[in-house]
Nanobody, 122 residues
Framework: QGHMVESGGGSVQAGDSMRLSCAAS????????MGWFRQAPGKERELVAA???????VYEDSVKGRFTISRDNVKNTVYLQMTSLNADDTAAYYC????????????????WGQGTQVTVSS
């Protein structure tokens, strides 16, 4: 998978919604699992949501029911719809691609975007 660019970050109030997008170049987007990760200051990077080549999805426990990951293989884009945002969601968000066996394995994601900052004020 080629170059990836995230967009849609910014500053919002607690309770607001936001949608992140990640546009990927290359012709093989549909062949890659896609993941959204985040990293807050002083914390380790964590897998927030992932979507497989077959559109199976998985979510980190704290975002279940609030975040939705989706993909558009025609537009070569993966999305992260975030609702009911809170201060704990403040982080740099990164999309990543991987063609590893298990899409739930965060270690298999090897192609990364540059990240987009999400800041939630309470």
């Amino acid at each position: 998978q080629g170059h990836m660019v995230e967009s849609g970050g910014g500053s919002v109030q607690a309770g607001d919604s936001m949608r992140l997008s990640c546009a990927a170049s290359g012709r093989t987007f549909a062949a890659y699992h896609m993941g959204w990760f985040r990293q807050a200051p002083g914390k380790e990077r964590e897998l927030v949501a992932a979507i497989s080549v077959n559109n199976q999805t998985v979510y980190e426990d704290s975002v279940k029911g609030r975040f939705t990951i989706s993909r558009d293989n025609v537009k070569n884009t993966v999305y992260l719809q975030m609702t009911s945002l809170n201060a704990d969601d403040t982080a740099a968000y990164y999309c990543a691609a991987g063609d590893h066996r298990y899409y739930t394995d965060p270690e298999g994601y090897v192609n990364w975007g540059q990240g987009t900052q999400v800041t939630v004020s309470s």
